[in-house]
């Protein structure tokens, strides 16, 4: 788990790619339909964590999700 937040900039993020149906309609904005869900990886620079950013291409909400290593 992470002590402090990280930047961005303190790894590197893979490609997207299609995660549909991961979240509940809570996660999406009241109009979306959720249809475009993709998510990449983020890696940090030490090796030492792996994260998961989702994002709805459709409404533009984003949520991230701590990997194993919390």
Do not use: T
């Not at 590197?12 to 109009?31: C, L, T, Y």
């Not at 979306?32 to 950013?53: F, L, N």
Request: proline fraction near 7%.
């Amino acid at each position: 788990m992470h002590i402090a937040p990280m930047p961005d900039s303190a790894g590197e993020f893979a490609e997207w790619k299609p995660a549909p149906g991961v979240f509940n309609e809570k996660f999406h904005k009241p109009d979306c339909k959720g249809a475009d869900v993709r998510v990449r990886c983020w890696e940090s620079s030490c090796g030492g964590y792996e994260d998961y950013q989702y994002q709805c291409f459709g409404c533009g909400a984003m949520k991230w999700e701590e990997g194993a290593d919390a």
